[in-house]
């Protein structure tokens, strides 16, 4: 656990619905280690998208975390997000665990512009760093300065120092309430500016100054999640959450989204977890990767384990769907993805699955390591 910045165990989510309980999520164990992209791939509604919102408690209603532990390293030690009040949350999303939604309107309100919401995410995440900024501006400003000027620039100064040193600072509250003496935070909000239209451009937005003043409504779907990509990656996390993050954007786009999250990680030595169902994306950008099956966890190695000895008969399925110049006819995986309200009993996979036997109907396997930091969920294995 020492190198783990997150370790998730015995995670088991329910959605009440008048259809009857769907099991979303059962007993999901997985770990994700300081600077590492931990992948989590699996067919469409398998649990991966519940598992990324379960971590930061987003689950919506009717859904209902039931049991297990979500523990998160902050500042060296680690806490049970499950334990956290709404306050420790607030201060956990956005600002150390941070998420980009695969759909942009969970995430853009859309009565404000797009620059005002990016601009926001720097004020609550980043602010202390503009200040410093704005101070450093300044100085330089009062050096090459006299007079009147050189006055007023050092009282501009003085509000900044005490923003930095007492955010909530009564003097700082006094003026923000007189027009003319609340013009001195408009450095501020051109230094948030300055950053939000840096940030456009380095996720490919033509036209950033623009599209700061734009709204949701009047952007496409791709160009919203490029939106969204950036106003997460500004609060630059401890952890980020990477639900589908390319799936609206043109392929011309997405490698440049993709080098911009390793660039972030490599830099800042940002962990994230990558959700896709793209076996492409996770080859080349995943150091581990997780499978998930009806909402179970089936199997969990290093990205080059899995790809050259897959050992749980799903994952083998799901490679050799891939598709390859020597391949003449894609083999299928037989069968149906099960109906969650009433899954099959045992192992969830069986119905589907080519070695199956009584057994497999009977005990649901846990997630074993039957070889090094290679675990898999499968009672053929379980021996081994």
Do not use: W
Not at 4 to 18: C, D, K, M, P, Q
Not at 218 to 235: F, H, K, T, W
Not at 335 to 345: H, Q, T, Y
């Amino acid at each position: 656990m020492d190198d783990s910045i997150l370790e998730v165990r015995g995670l088991t989510v329910r959605f009440y619905t008048y259809a009857g309980v769907v099991k979303a999520l059962e007993g999901i164990n997985f770990d994700i280690r300081e600077g590492e992209t931990f992948g989590i791939v699996g067919e469409t509604g398998c649990g991966k998208s519940v598992t990324a919102l379960s971590i930061l408690r987003l689950v919506p209603s009717p859904g209902a975390i039931e049991e297990g532990e979500i523990t998160f390293k902050r500042n060296g030690r680690f806490d049970d997000v499950m334990d956290l009040d709404e306050e420790e949350l607030r201060r956990i999303r956005g600002n150390e665990i941070s998420m980009i939604f695969q759909e942009p309107s969970d995430a853009l309100n859309p009565v404000y512009t797009i620059g005002e919401q990016i601009s926001e995410a720097f004020y609550a995440h980043r602010k202390e760093e503009m200040v410093k900024e704005v101070i450093s501006d300044l100085e330089e400003e009062i050096k090459n300065s006299d007079g009147f000027r050189k006055r007023i620039l050092g009282f501009e100064n003085s509000l900044y120092q005490k923003m930095l040193e007492n955010p909530d600072s009564l003097m700082l509250e006094f003026f923000s309430n007189i027009p003319i003496l609340n013009r001195y935070k408009d450095r501020l909000k051109e230094e948030a500016r300055r950053r939000s239209i840096e940030m456009l451009e380095d996720v490919g937005i033509p036209d950033p100054e623009g599209v700061f003043d734009k709204y949701p409504f009047e952007m496409s779907g791709g160009m919203n999640q490029r939106a969204v990509i950036s106003m997460a990656l500004a609060c630059r996390p401890n952890l980020l959450i990477a639900d589908e993050p390319t799936s609206n954007i043109d392929v011309s786009i997405q490698r440049r989204i993709l080098d911009l999250i390793d660039d972030m990680k490599d830099e800042f030595g940002v962990s994230v977890l990558h959700i896709t169902h793209n076996l492409g994306v996770v080859a080349e950008n995943c150091d581990r990767v997780g499978v998930m099956y009806a909402g179970e966890i089936i199997e969990i190695a290093d990205i080059e384990e899995l790809f050259d000895n897959p050992l749980h008969p799903y994952t083998e399925m799901l490679l050799g769907s891939v598709p390859s110049p020597e391949k003449e006819r894609l083999p299928e995986v037989g069968g149906s993805v099960p109906d969650l309200i009433s899954p099959p009993s045992g192992c969830r996979f069986h119905p589907r699955c080519p070695r199956a036997d009584e057994f497999c109907e009977e005990s649901s396997p846990a997630l074993k390591e039957v070889q090094k930091d290679h675990y898999v969920a499968c009672r053929e294995l379980e021996g081994e």
